[in-house]
């Protein structure tokens, strides 16, 4: 059964940073793209960055770029987001996701979610 885990939210700073990690089992884990997702509350949730399967490719949102780097270690069955320089903006549930299709920040294209990790940026 495919399960991912996330982990490493917290209270942050403005200005500081954290890394997320995204745990993997079950399935194959290097045919699948993985993406990394927020929802803060009453807004939609938006993508953040993925990696591809294979080349890992990567994309960021524009308000990520320059501050959030993800990568995979495929040796461990896991998937990084580094975080730096956060803003109050970036608070909110992070997820991660397996996909099948394509690396893409579009939630629908994925198939399987965690269950999200909260992080919370403030003074």
């Known amino acids: 059964q495919l399960q991912l885990v996330e982990s490493g939210g917290g209270l942050v700073q403005p200005g500081g940073s954290l890394r997320l990690s995204c745990a993997a089992s079950?399935?194959?884990?290097?045919?699948?793209?993985i993406g990394w997702f927020r929802q803060a509350p009453g807004k939609e949730r938006e993508g953040v960055a993925c990696?591809?399967?294979?080349?890992?490719?990567?994309a960021y949102a524009d308000s990520v770029k320059g501050r959030f780097t993800i990568s995979r270690d495929n040796a461990k069955n896991t998937v990084y987001l580094q975080m730096n320089s956060l803003k109050p903006e970036d608070t909110a549930v992070y997820y991660c996701?397996?996909?099948?299709?394509?690396?893409?920040?579009?939630?629908?294209?994925?198939?399987?979610w965690g269950r999200g990790t909260q992080v919370t940026v403030s003074s």
């Open positions: 996701a397996a996909g099948a299709y394509i690396a893409t920040l579009i939630p629908r294209l994925y198939d399987d």
């Open positions: 079950g399935f194959t884990w290097v045919n699948y793209d």
């Open positions: 990696i591809s399967r294979s080349t890992s490719n990567t």
